[in-house]
């Protein structure tokens, strides 16, 4: 019988030695509980491991049998590790809580924008992010809209369009905004004739970060994305319900009212945002023309997060906003207008748009996500003896396939594209009606070469119904040089279909603008590329410093530049030429205990060459310094001094503008449930109006020169901010 039993008793012993086991779990913040999209989990001794999905949903399997140790990890975290005797006796998920490294900063963030779930410091595209606290204290200087948050970021510049109306776009690195993709969650929402008022109709209440990629991104993201893209990350669910409300007053008599509710049960989720926005009109200069103009905006912005199981999520989104907005002579706006005092410009919007999202997880290796997006958005401009208004119809579909092995990752996905603008007649004039479709298709690969460097590369085809097929090209590379310095160096090709919805016609309320002329032109077309140097490291317990140059170029080919014609009207032409920027950025961060110091400068050469001339783009500061000096007693007390300059900037009429600084200073108190802050925006009093006119010819029939300076000069503004 021993011969029988002892080798039945070895089998059985080794078949367990040797039996492969499976381990599940869901990594959270021990605080927050917010999943961890993004850590990794590793067998100890091994290099079988995972990275946790958007569900914080991680899977390892082949565990031999026995006793084994798992090591979790997450950037800005402690390490953690666990130990656990397979096979296991739990059928469902372990729970795993991470809790923050001490004294660590989580500025490093997993970024959405890459479409990959790697973050910050391991993409070789270079990416800047605002979140956390930094979101928290922009937020709190201007609640009622992003304008601010992103003028005050190094390389980029709001730039008002309007003198009455308050009316602006953005700049990355001095090119035009029609050049910047603005994206919410992936969706392009704020495109075409959206464009002129985005920014002051997005409040920050409801971010959790924005993402912001200077430079060609056209791979993943199509047309449009030239001077680079700009992300804006909505907050998402979680277990432990979150209910936000903020009340904000300024000494201009405007006031924001926003709120925020989010929670996550087992297979539901939700989030809500709405805000109430007005402003009243003001003119602290008492020129007659208001610097902020009358409005009144509502927002409405629900969500629902349906969870199948751990591995697919659906989201549906709706987003609503209302406003109406008239500037101009401050006797008119407030009801005391004559025949002298008659002139306003009135902006009417209605934006409606519904976004769709389904994310599966295949297996560890693979993914699918499926995008969908319908946008309804019609706005009126009216100024005396003019209006012009009409209706923005547009589509967005994708569906990406992400796959994963153990040192690359590739992502692959097709979109479908549709942009239909239609102009409400009024007169016998030529309408600007166009209907765009593209399709297009594109392939990314992240490749971990060694350990040191990492490459990714892509291609994306477009077809566009109207300007045919383009191919677009990209690469990028990151080194790790050591623990304290990384370098990165990319580039790729861009393009821009032509609308006329421009910084140019937006300016002249689109008054006398021709319709583009397809036979005639074709898509802008830019190559360009970047070179990133980073360097971080500790001088002492306490210490820390920080230092990030980029050295960037841009070219654009054949542009279209809005043209007088000698019947008094505007034609878009394409004369043969280019524009192209180049320049540096560098931003120093010195922290000590509870100060931080942040100092950033922009060099930014902008130039048209056309008919064998050069000369300098209008509306761009060549040089900007950018300083901010904080001090923070966490959950306690924030403190913010803040000084930027700007040097002269050429003008479209030939004439130069003034150099001038801005300062700004912000204090808030907190306690465990809500917070105080006030904020003393532009103390200095700089304005425009100071040093320089805003309009030539009379009060009645004024014609407006370029804003490159504040006109609503020194506000300030305070409130109050309730977590409960």
């Known amino acids: 019988m021993k011969k029988f039993i002892l080798p039945f008793l070895a089998i059985i012993y080794t078949s ?4 492969q086991h ?6 959270k913040d021990s605080e927050s509980k917010e999943l961890l999209f993004g850590a990794t989990a590793i067998l100890q001794g091994t290099a079988n491991g995972a990275s946790a999905d958007q569900n914080g949903y991680i899977e390892i399997k082949n565990i031999p049998h026995g006793k084994q140790t798992i090591i979790f990890s997450y950037v800005g975290y402690q390490e953690k590790r666990n130990t656990f005797l397979f096979p296991l006796i739990q059928t469902e998920p372990y729970e795993i809580l991470l809790s923050a490294a001490e004294g660590e900063e989580l500025e490093t963030v997993l970024i959405s924008a890459t479409r990959s779930s790697r ?8 990416i800047e992010a605002i979140s956390g606290e930094e979101l928290e204290e922009k937020g709190n200087m201007k609640p009622g809209d992003i304008r601010m948050m992103l003028n005050e970021s190094t390389g980029i510049q709001t730039q008002q369009t309007s003198a009455t109306s308050y009316n602006s776009s953005i700049r990355i690195q001095g090119l035009d905004g029609k050049y910047t993709q603005i994206l919410k969650d992936g969706y392009p929402l704020f495109s075409g004739f959206s464009g002129g008022l985005s920014l ?4 920050p209440l409801d971010l959790k970060q924005v993402e912001v990629i200077k430079g060609a991104s056209s791979t993943l993201y199509g047309g449009g994305a030239i001077a680079g893209l700009v992300n804006l990350v909505s907050k998402t669910p979680k277990e432990e319900k979150e209910l936000s409300f903020m009340l904000n007053g300024t000494s201009a008599l405007g006031l924001d009212i926003s709120g925020f509710y989010a929670k996550r049960n087992n297979k539901i989720g939700t989030t809500i945002f709405a805000s109430y926005n007005v402003g009243t009109p003001y003119d602290p200069s008492e020129i007659g023309f208001t610097a902020i103009p009358k409005f009144t905006r509502y927002t409405v912005n629900p969500k629902l997060f349906v969870y199948f199981n751990e591995k697919t999520t659906l989201n549906v989104g709706i987003n609503t906003t209302i406003e109406e907005r008239i500037g101009g002579d401050i006797k008119y706006i407030e009801n005391n207008g004559d025949d002298t005092h008659s002139y306003f410009e009135k902006n009417k919007t209605n934006r409606y748009s519904a976004q769709l999202g389904l994310d599966h997880t295949i297996n ?11 946008s309804y958005y019609d706005r009126s401009i009216e100024i005396p003896n003019f209006k012009f208004s009409g209706i923005q119809l547009s589509s967005f579909n994708e569906a990406t396939y992400n796959y994963k092995v153990e040192n690359s990752e590739w992502i692959a996905g097709l979109n479908l594209w549709t942009d239909k603008f239609s102009q409400d007649k009024f007169d016998n004039s030529k309408a600007v009606d166009y209907h765009y479709t593209t399709f297009g298709g594109f392939v990314q690969n992240t490749w971990n070469a060694t350990d040191k460097f990492i490459l990714e590369t892509g291609l994306r085809g477009d ?11 990209r690469i990028s590379g990151l080194l790790k040089v050591n623990q304290k310095l990384s370098l990165r160096l990319g580039g790729g090709l861009g393009y821009k279909t032509p609308t006329v919805f421009t910084e140019d016609a937006e300016r002249i309320q689109f008054r006398n603008v021709l319709p583009i002329d397809i036979s005639k032109t074709e898509a802008e077309k830019s190559i360009g590329g970047n070179f990133d140097i980073n360097y971080r490291t500790s001088l002492s317990d306490k210490m820390s410093f920080s230092i990030n140059t980029l050295l960037f170029y841009t070219e654009i080919k054949n542009p279209l530049i809005l043209t007088q014609t000698p019947e008094n009207l505007f034609e878009f032409q394409q004369p043969n030429g280019s524009i192209d920027t180049k320049g540096i950025e560098t931003n120093v961060k010195l922290a000590y205990g509870d100060l931080k110091l942040f100092v950033g400068y922009t060099l930014a050469d902008v130039k048209e060459h056309y008919n064998g001339k050069s000369t300098k783009f209008p509306l761009v500061a060549k040089h900007r310094l950018n300083n901010v000096l904080m001090y923070e007693i966490e959950d306690s007390l924030k403190m913010g001094l803040e000084a930027y300059y700007f040097s002269p900037q050429t003008l479209n009429d030939g004439a130069k503008g003034k150099e001038y600084w801005l300062f700004g200073f912000m204090v808030e108190k907190i306690w465990d449930s809500f917070s105080i802050f006030i904020n003393f925006e532009n103390f200095g009093d700089t304005r425009q109006t100071k040093f320089d006119t805003i309009y030539t010819g009379t009060i009645t029939n004024p014609t407006f020169r370029d804003i490159y300076a504040p006109v609503d000069g020194f506000v300030v503004n305070g409130g109050l901010k309730l977590k409960l």
Not at 22 to 27: D, E, G, L, Q, Y
Not at 200 to 203: D, G, N, S, Y
Not at 463 to 473: D, I, K, M, T, W
Request: hydrophobic share 45%; proline share 5%.
């Open 200 to 203: 002051l109709q997005i409040a």
């Open 364 to 374: 560890d290796a693979s993914s699918l996500s499926f995008k969908n997006s319908l």
């Open 22 to 27: 499976t381990f599940k779990a869901i990594i």
């Open 463 to 473: 077809y566009q119904n109207e300007y045919g097929f383009f191919a677009l090209p």
């Open 119 to 126: 973050t910050i410091d391991n993409i070789p595209t270079r």
């Open 16 to 19: 367990l030695a040797f039996s």
